[in-house]
């Protein structure tokens, strides 16, 4: 990352600033019962990253996954800010290479709620490609592996 402008910071799960982010990402769940959210990543290794603005925040979870897939996965994005998607997810990448090698990155993109009319589009400019569906979901995966 040396000479590219730095995007991201690390923060923890909870980040006040991010909350607010993650509330308006389609995977948040508010509790049925009314308690207040304090955490968003779920159980296992991660990492947070925001923005200095927090404008953009992007979750790395490494955990074992029920649906079998395998690798780092991002369990969270969102990009309110004037940055491109496609670098900030590419810089998010090159961090989550750095501290896990060699390691399969996917996510699931909800077709149904997202606005474009290519969904994972930014991903895929990032160098993403769609390796399936979830079958319960029907969510698109998308994968991407470290490059030499």
């Known amino acids: 990352m040396s000479g590219l402008k ?23 769940r508010p509790y049925a019962d009314g308690r207040k959210t304090k955490l968003f990543c779920g159980p296992g290794e991660k990492i947070v990253l925001r923005t200095w603005e927090c404008d953009a925040m992007f979750v790395w979870r490494k955990y074992i996954n029920d649906a079998g897939e395998k690798g780092i996965n991002c369990s969270i994005f969102r990009n309110e800010s004037k940055t491109k998607s496609s670098a900030l997810i590419q810089q998010a990448d090159e961090i989550a290479f750095a501290v896990w090698s060699d390691c399969r990155h996917y ?11 290519n969904p994972g589009y930014c991903f895929k400019k990032a160098g993403w490609r769609e390796c399936g569906m979830t079958k319960v979901n029907k969510h698109i995966i998308l994968e991407k592996y470290e490059t030499a």
Do not use: P, Q
């Not at 730095?6 to 948040?28: A, I, Q, V």
């Not at 996510?107 to 009319?117: D, L, P, R």
């Open 107 to 117: 996510t699931y993109v909800n077709a149904e709620k997202i606005k474009s009319v």
């Open 6 to 28: 730095r995007y991201w910071y690390l923060t923890k799960d909870g980040d006040e600033y991010c909350m607010d982010l993650f509330k308006k990402h389609y995977s948040h």
